[in-house]
């Protein structure tokens, strides 16, 4: 794990070991107070340079996305509280540094003829080879929990066998993000893949000492490098690679695993309003199966309509650019 290395650290590193004291995850607060901490170095800052003034020039030079400024800054603005109640500092010098204005992010999303063939894709990559069968099998299933139930990739990485019932076909994930608990309903069809991968790994290691539900090697879990890899392979196959592109205050994101996630909520929405039946109504339900503390934030799936209408308004978004 890096150090802080700036004036600050001694400061930096009791305000995280405070925080996780607290019970707060810190990966995200490390990870921003080291470009603050870079940024101090680089500007040679001592006490004397933290003046508003100081903040204006980094959020300036920041070299990053609006919304990863504005998360730097919501960091070191905490941080700034922290010393103040420790009687380092009188006033808060971002107190009045106000936020960058942010792009719109606009996911990317598969549709279900496209999910389809990446999964057909993907079953076809699975080696016969005794060396590879059962971690290919593996990704495929990753892959497969992504597109069907919406997951983030770290859940059925992180999923022991314990936490898989066949008896009532459900899922159990456990302190994931926002640290909530969540039992979800698995489809059939994942069921069925699911029991053949468990069988055949049954028959190859009867006495598998491997306590992930999804097994990588060394009694590990799979990685997420190795899920990227081979998604992002099926992309190539199918013809779905795409750069993620700016268009004036609009990012439209390339596909990723999490693309699935986004894709999943809102093909499930567009289903629901085919039914005939209120996709608002259904956000709180949809918003306890996915695992969001609130459901405004499941809401925003309602911004994109479908994949062909995400389609459209980037045709549209690149002509209006090369006509102006």
Known sequence: MKNFESFLAPHLNHYIAYRETLGYSTKLSRACLRVFDRYLRQTN??????????????????????????????????????????????????????????????????????????????????????????????????????ARCGMRISEPLRAMKKHYRKDDSTLYIEKTKFQKHRLIPVPRAVMTHMENYLSVRKSLHPHDPNPYLLAGKNHGPLKGGQIRYHFHQALKEIGLVQRRKVIGHVNFNQPTPHSLRHSFAINTLIEIKQRGQSPQSALPVLAAYMGHSQYRYTSVYLRVADAQSRKKLLDFSLWQNTTQ
Do not use: G
């Open 45 to 146: 800052a001592h006490w004397h340079s933290l003046q508003p003034f100081y903040f204006l020039e980094m959020r300036a030079n920041l070299h990053m996305e609006p919304h990863s400024v504005n998360r730097v800054l919501s960091l070191v603005r905490s941080f700034f509280r922290f010393l103040m109640r420790q009687e380092y500092l009188v006033e808060n010098p971002l107190r009045d540094i106000p936020p960058l204005k942010e792009h719109t992010v606009i996911p990317f999303v598969f549709s279900p003829e496209q999910i389809h063939q990446l999964l057909q894709v993907l079953c076809r990559r699975v080696r016969r080879s005794e060396k590879y069968f059962l971690i290919d099998l593996a990704i495929y299933l990753t892959v497969l929990l992504l």
